[in-house]
């Protein structure tokens, strides 16, 4: 053989060793991994339990998942008693309502390397949220005949009590949103959502813009990964899934003078407790 082939040989030979001890290298840190199955606890404070449920509607998706993992609390599927295990990751759903919610909520932090916000009530404080921008009392006399006694708490955010790892937005999360970065949080790291705005999915749907025809819709300032359910309903977006970090809410807001009042637009931002982030990234934008 002559030798200008035999060097390329040696060469292509070096390589394969290198690649096969790259791929044993990557093997063994997966290995370490995974060498047991990840502690998962999905836990709900006050709430409807929505989000819980769009993880059940993914029937078959989810139990793989929960296969996958080490189950340590999930009391919509199982009701044995949390034992108080370690966890890996720890979801949240729903607001920390009475001292009983926070309790439960600060001992998940404790027990969990990742904890991550299950929604838009656990992570900006959702539809409950709404009667802290009403007078509390206005809120709940349509609903006890008595007031005295009735515990009657400002809503808050859970990250006002523990750091916040990751957080699954909207009301419900998305589920497939869910099954595509759990993995990531299971081996520790925490996903980046795509600063995409609504309006992306809404014109790959096919939508006619709302605002062409002088209707209100909160899509350009609203993280996307919702597949615009709601404008492709013919519904103007009310931004369940929050803010987009980069969205540009004074523009937003100059928009829509034209097509709703000061109050509307107030009162709209209100149903998923966006009104205290539009308000703080105003001020912080001035
Ligand atoms: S975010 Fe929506 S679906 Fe989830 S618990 Fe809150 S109200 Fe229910
Ligand atoms: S309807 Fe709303 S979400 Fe769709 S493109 Fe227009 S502003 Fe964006
Ligand atoms: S379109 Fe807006 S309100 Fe509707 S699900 Fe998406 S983010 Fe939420």
Known sequence: MPEKKIKIKVQNLNREKKSSKIKKVKKTKIALLVGRKPKVAIVSLTSCEGCQFALLDLGQKFLDFANSVEMVDFRLIE???????????????GNPVTAENIKTLKNARKRSKLLVAMGNC?????VPEIKNYQEKTNTIKHIYKYLQGIYNPEIKEIDN???????FPGCPINAQEFLQYMPELLVGK???IPDSPVCVECKKAG???LLLDKKPCFGPMILGGCNAVCPSAGMMCQGCRGLRPN???SA???TLKNMMTEEEFENVSEIYGLRDDIEEKSVKMI
């Open 247 to 249: 969205g540009n809410v």
């Open 122 to 126: 656990a992570a900006m404080g959702g």
């Open 79 to 93: 009701d044995e008693i949390d034992r108080g295990k370690k966890l890996d990751v720890v979801l949240i759903e």
């Open 161 to 167: 009590f523990v750091k916040v790892d990751f957080v």
């Open 252 to 254: 937003m807001r100059a």
């Open 207 to 209: 939508n006619r813009c």
């Open 190 to 192: 925490i996903p980046i």
